[in-house]
C-alpha cells in the first residue's frame, strides 16, 4: 500500500491514458475526474474506472483526441455542447463558464450534452455549480442494464442523477444516485472482491433474483429502485438525458457496442438556477432550516459528508493505492 499525493496520483493516471490513445488536455481532465472520486472514497468510480477508460480507448468505440464544440445556435439561456464522440467530462468543461454565466444572468440555464460517453461519479459534474453558489441537477443514461417494472429484458440504463445545493458556510449538499437499485460500478467492484449483493438489486441472465454480483454482470439484469416507482424515474432520465439532448436512448446503444467498449455514446443533461437571481433571497437560511431539522430528529450525516470526510483525510494523509492497483497502472504505461 502506499500514499500518494493528489498530483502525483493524477500524473500518473494522466500518462496511462495519454500512452492509450488520450489526448494530453483530455486526459488531464479525465485523470484529474478519476483521481477525484477516489480521494472522496468512491472506490467504485476512481481509480477502478482507469481500465474500463483505456478498454473504451482501445476498442476505438471512442475517440479520446474529441474536441468538443459549443452549437453557437443555442437559446438565451442554453448552452448546448457536441462531445464528437469523446468523454462528457470534456464536454462539461468546456461548458461551465457559459452556463454559470447564463445561469447568473437569467436565473437559470440549461447545459446540454450530445454524442459522449460517462463513465464517473456524476457529482463531480455538480459540484463545481454549487460551489459558484448554483443548485445544480444533472442527468446522464446509459448503457441498457435495467429490467423496467413489468418488462423482460433490460431496456434503461442505470441512469444517475445528482442534485447539489449552495451552503453559505459548509461545503454543498450533493447527492448522486442511480436508478437502478444500485450502480453498475458498486456491482462490478463487488463481483471483482467476491461479495454478494443485496435481493432485489438484480436477476440472472435466467431471469431468476440473484445476489451473486458476477451472474448479474454474466448475462443478468439490474432492477431498478423502488419498483414501478423507480422505473419511472429511470424513465424520466432517459428522455431528460437522450431526447432532450438528441442523443441515443440506453436500449439503441446496447447493441452495437463493439468489443471490449465500457462505455456508449448517450447524453447528459445539466439544469442550473440561481438562487438569488430568481427571489431566493433568503434561500440559505432556508437551506440550514431544514437541514438542521433533519439533524435534530437524529439524522447522523447529511448527504455527501463523508466524501467531505474522506476527501479531508486524503488531502492530509494521502490517497492510500493498493499495490496490486498500481502495478495495474504501471502496466499500461
Not at 484529474?32 to 476505438?60: I, P, W
Not at 461548458?95 to 454559470?100: E, H, L, N, V
Not at 452495437?256 to 467498449?261: D, E, K, L, M, R
Request: net charge neutral; with cysteine.
Amino acid at each position: 500500500m502506499a500514499l500518494m499525493t493528489f498530483d502525483e496520483l493524477v500524473h500518473i493516471v494522466r500518462s496511462v491514458f495519454v500512452r492509450n490513445g488520450m489526448s494530453d488536455g483530455n486526459a488531464m481532465i479525465i485523470a484529474t475526474n478519476c483521481v477525484s472520486a477516489e480521494r472522496d472514497g468512491a472506490a467504485s468510480h476512481g481509480l477502478f474506472r482507469v481500465s474500463q477508460y483505456v478498454s473504451s480507448l482501445k476498442s476505438g468505440a471512442v475517440d479520446g483526441h474529441a474536441k468538443p464544440a459549443l452549437d453557437p445556435d443555442s437559446a438565451a439561456s442554453v448552452v448546448s455542447v457536441d462531445a464528437r464522440n469523446g468523454f462528457a467530462q470534456p464536454a462539461l468543461e468546456l461548458s461551465r463558464q457559459p452556463a454559470i454565466e447564463k445561469a447568473r444572468a437569467a436565473g437559470v440555464s440549461i447545459v446540454t450534452i450530445r454524442d459522449s460517453h460517462h463513465l464517473s461519479a456524476l457529482w463531480l459534474d455538480v459540484e463545481p455549480f454549487a460551489r459558484a453558489k448554483l443548485v445544480a441537477l444533472a442527468f446522464v443514461n446509459s448503457i441498457p442494464r435495467v429490467v423496467p417494472w413489468g418488462g423482460q429484458e433490460p431496456v434503461l440504463g442505470t441512469n444517475p442523477m445528482a442534485f447539489a445545493v449552495p451552503r453559505e458556510h459548509e461545503p454543498p449538499l450533493i447527492f448522486d444516485q442511480a436508478s437502478s437499485a444500485m450502480a453498475f460500478g458498486e456491482i462490478a467492484l463487488a463481483a471483482k472482491t467476491g461479495h454478494s449483493v443485496s435481493s432485489g438489486v438484480g436477476v440472472d441472465r435466467h431471469g431468476q433474483p440473484t445476489t451473486i454480483a458476477q451472474a448479474i454482470i454474466d448475462g443478468g439484469a439490474l432492477l431498478p429502485f423502488g419498483g414501478h416507482k423507480g422505473s419511472a424515474i429511470t424513465l424520466m432520465v432517459e428522455l431528460l438525458a437522450a431526447a432532450l439532448t438528441g442523443s441515443n436512448f440506453s436500449f439503441e446503444v446496447g447493441s452495437s457496442v463493439a468489443p471490449g467498449t465500457r462505455t456508449v455514446r448517450t447524453g447528459e443533461l445539466v439544469i442550473l438556477i440561481d438562487p438569488r437571481r430568481i427571489g431566493a433571497s433568503n434561500f440559505y437560511q432556508r437551506v440550514d432550516v431544514i437541514l438542521d431539522k433533519l439533524m435534530a430528529s437524529g439524522v447522523k450525516r447529511l448527504p455527501g459528508n463523508r466524501r467531505h470526510q474522506n476527501r479531508m483525510r486524503s488531502l492530509s494523509e494521502g490517497i492510500a493505492v493498493s499495490d496490486a492497483m498500481l502495478a495495474t497502472l504501471n502496466g499500461y504505461l
